[in-house]
């Protein structure tokens, strides 16, 4: 960081770069993409449908299972395909994330699956999947009490920063995604590796809420658009 700008020339409280688009698969209930920096995402939503096999059911609600990918050319050393501990981490906080806001109680023994794929990769994935599937899950016509939207906020050379890039989140001194029911201002997910004082945090925190607004405002246009066109056909 130098005079309060940061390597990729933006002030400490600006976002990359967002791209969202609504329905994009045909086969998918409902679907996202979104570019978010140097972040590629396409998030598919499947169901309600019955939960298979049938032990896995829960007759008071519908079970909502993300699973969040990573594919092999998405990083820079090529990523070994399938499940690692990290993006089973992250498909588990996905999935409460969103359980948080679904009216799963309106589908009993169903399930919601939630398919994240990151194409590309340049750090705050977890907060660019949680943004997109939700997108994926109102496209698809899901009940929910919120349209949930992330952003992370960190600290990089002692300054609270917005939104880290790849080199912030390698160089800098902490790491701070939230996802939140922006209507409520719920935090449904947060987590944070690094450190930074009890200050330091409250800004951190009020920062990522202030970037969860902004994306917000692109995920609600996003939506708004698709049936824009659907209007016009
Ligand atoms: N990353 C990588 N290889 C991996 C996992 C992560 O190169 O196997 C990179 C990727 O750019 C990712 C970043 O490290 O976005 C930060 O990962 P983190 O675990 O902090 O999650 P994220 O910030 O993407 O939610």
């Not at 990729?8 to 969202?20: A, M, N, V």
């Not at 939207?149 to 939104?163: E, Y």
Request: a negative charge.
């Amino acid at each position: 960081m130098k005079d309060g700008i940061r390597i990729d020339g933006r002030k400490p409280d600006e976002l990359r770069p967002i791209k969202i688009e609504a329905g994009v698969l045909y086969r998918a209930d409902g679907s996202c993409y979104l570019e978010w920096g140097g972040n590629k995402i396409m998030a598919a939503v499947y169901g309600p449908r019955e939960a298979m096999p049938r032990h896995i059911q829960d007759p008071t609600k519908a079970i909502v299972n993300a699973r969040y990918n990573m594919v092999p050319f998405s990083v820079e050393d090529r990523k070994r395909p399938g499940p690692d501990r990290r993006s089973v981490e992250i498909s588990k906080v996905t999935s409460e994330a969103l359980e948080g806001v679904i009216f799963t109680e309106l589908f009993p023994r169903a399930t919601i699956d939630v398919c994240i794929e990151v194409l590309d990769a340049e750090a705050g994935t977890r907060c660019a999947g949680i943004t997109a599937a939700a997108v994926a899950l109102a496209d698809a016509g899901i009940p929910m009490r919120d349209l949930p939207v992330a952003c992370a906020a960190g600290k990089v050379d002692g300054t609270v920063v917005l939104d880290l890039t790849s080199d912030e989140d390698k160089e800098g001194d902490a790491d701070l995604p939230i996802a939140i029911a922006p209507r409520t201002e719920e935090i449904l997910l947060m987590q944070m590796d690094g450190h930074m004082t009890p200050a330091e945090f409250d800004e951190a925190v009020e920062l990522a809420i202030k970037g969860c607004r902004e994306v917000s405002k692109l995920q609600r246009e996003a939506l708004m658009n698709k049936y824009k066109t659907f209007e016009v056909e």
